[in-house]
Structures are given as structure tokens and as C-alpha cells.
């Protein structure tokens, strides 16, 4: 088991910044692929990022692109996304994700997910 957990997300204003965090304990944490996912009210989950398990690999959403950045620390177990140029509609709770497959873009191919951290944006 993998245990995820979010942190960093608030209330910004439009063209602000947040950073999230997620810190991974239990299992160990070698060889997992990272994900970035968010939710809004009423939507499906929707893919934001993912990172290979070197950072050597990293993959955007066309909608975050040039604004968000992935980023992972393997000694503290950690992920983080930076997020800048934010607009009301990054709205959503946004989840971190564990899994074996490279770049995954769809939920079903992650095995851990955390329990998500609200960020709003407001206009």
C-alpha cells in the first residue's frame, strides 16, 4: 500500500499562484509513476499531469500547459505541482495518483490516489 496525501491547495485570485504538494508513505515509494488529477462539481475527473518515476518523462494537459509545473522529490517522497496563471476554471478538488504505467492519463491505470485538496480560483 501506498499512502497519499495532499496538501497546499486554498483560495487564490485569478492570475495567482499555489504550489501542491503530495506525500507518499507505507510502501515504498521507488518506481511509481505520478499523477496529477482534478474534479469539479459535476464533472468527470480530468487528467492534469503525470511525472515517471526519474522525472525524466513528463506529461501535460493541453490546458495547463505553460502554466503548470510537475515536479518530484524521491528522497522525501514527494510530488509537487506549481501552479501559476491560475484561472477560475482550475477550480477543483485536485487528487495525486501512484502507478506502475508511464504517463497515464486515465484514472483506471493509477493504483493509490490521495484524498484531494480544494483549490478555487476566483475572478
Known amino acids: 500500500q501506498v499512502q497519499l496525501v495532499e496538501s497546499g491547495g486554498g483560495l487564490v485570485q485569478a492570475g495567482g499562484s499555489l504550489r501542491l504538494s503530495c506525500a507518499a508513505s507505507?510502501?515504498?515509494?521507488?518506481?511509481?509513476?505520478m499523477g496529477w488529477f482534478r474534479q469539479a462539481p459535476g464533472k468527470e475527473r480530468e487528467f492534469v499531469t503525470a511525472?515517471?518515476?526519474?522525472?525524466?518523462?513528463?506529461y501535460y494537459a493541453d490546458s495547463v500547459k505553460g502554466r503548470f509545473t510537475i515536479s518530484r522529490d524521491n528522497a522525501k517522497n514527494t510530488v509537487y505541482l506549481q501552479m501559476n496563471s491560475l484561472k477560475p476554471e482550475d477550480t477543483a478538488v485536485y487528487y495525486c495518483?501512484?502507478?506502475?504505467?508511464?504517463?497515464?492519463?486515465?484514472?483506471?491505470?493509477?493504483?493509490?490516489w490521495g484524498q484531494g485538496t480544494q483549490v478555487t480560483v476566483s475572478s
Open positions: 511525472i515517471s518515476w526519474r522525472g525524466v518523462s513528463i
Open positions: 507505507g510502501r515504498t515509494f521507488s518506481g511509481y509513476a
Open positions: 495518483a501512484a502507478g506502475r504505467t508511464v504517463l497515464a492519463v486515465l484514472p483506471d491505470e493509477y493504483d493509490y
